[in-house]
């Protein structure tokens, strides 16, 4: 008879569902499974997508988007938690005003304002609420290029004003932000790790994958993963850029757009 097994850690993410499969909440949960841990979820929004485009998206209310957050709290409390998609100022007030409460674990903040496709997926005038609320009660802020510039409000192109954004960031009050380079013209993807007493920079070659789908997400889910095992900050990012490099390269052909990565990639 086999033994039962000691318990996972639980992670929690608080984003919003892909009915392709390939991002938001169902790309968080099957990393989290690939971490070993436990993987619970507050819905923000759903969305109807697949790999081509998002063609609608529903919000949920902030009043339930808090009481998914006060359910898991006192039964299911996280090691660890991220957030992804919120859509609106509204649902941001929310998640900081649970977060705020307590109980959550070091706070992954993916700032997630654009799909794939090109679809907005946090109202423009919501940017403000993200940087007041959100980005001070984070552990790690994990922007692309293009959320670094919206955040930290000014252009980046190039390794300096991935610098300097992560600077202004930083200025905002989280304790990290790792700016991410996948973007950056060139063969080779820069990725900048900064906190109040240095840097790491990971390099590696472009991978020739088309248009990866859910890469943010699951590169802030398994560095949330990491850190629901109690894994140091830099640790955490190095294993999940690993993980998510190779889900990257792994990814099969699936649909007719964007390609959704491969999340049975070995750790």
Sequence with gaps: MNEPQAPRPIALTIAGSDSGGGAGIQADLKTFHAFEVFGTSVVTAITA???????AVQRVEPRVVRAQMDALAVDL?????????????????????GL?????????????????????LLEAD???????????????????LAEAAILADRPVAVADDMRAAGERILELGCEAVLVKGGHLA???????????????????????????????????????AGLAHGRPLE??????LAFTRRAIATAP????GSRPLNHWASR
């Design 126 to 144: 919501a940017v403000g609420a993200l940087r007041q609320r959100l980005v001070p009660l984070a552990r790690l802020v994990t922007p692309n």
């Design 235 to 240: 640790a955490a990012v190095h294993d999940a």
């Design 100 to 120: 705020e409460g307590g109980g959550f674990g070091p706070y992954v903040l993916d700032p997630v304002m654009v799909a794939a496709s090109g679809a907005r």
């Design 186 to 224: 060139g063969d080779t993807v820069e990725d900048i790790l900064m906190t109040g007493t240095g840097e790491r920079v990971w390099r590696a070659p472009k991978l020739d994958a088309g248009n990866p789908h859910g890469t943010g997400c699951t590169l802030s889910a398994a560095i949330t």
């Design 49 to 55: 997508q697949n790999t081509r485009a998002v063609t």
């Design 77 to 97: 409390p996280p090691a660890a938690t991220k957030s992804g998609m919120l859509a609106d100022a509204e649902i941001i007030d929310a998640v900081a005003d």
């Design 253 to 256: 052909v699936r649909g007719g």
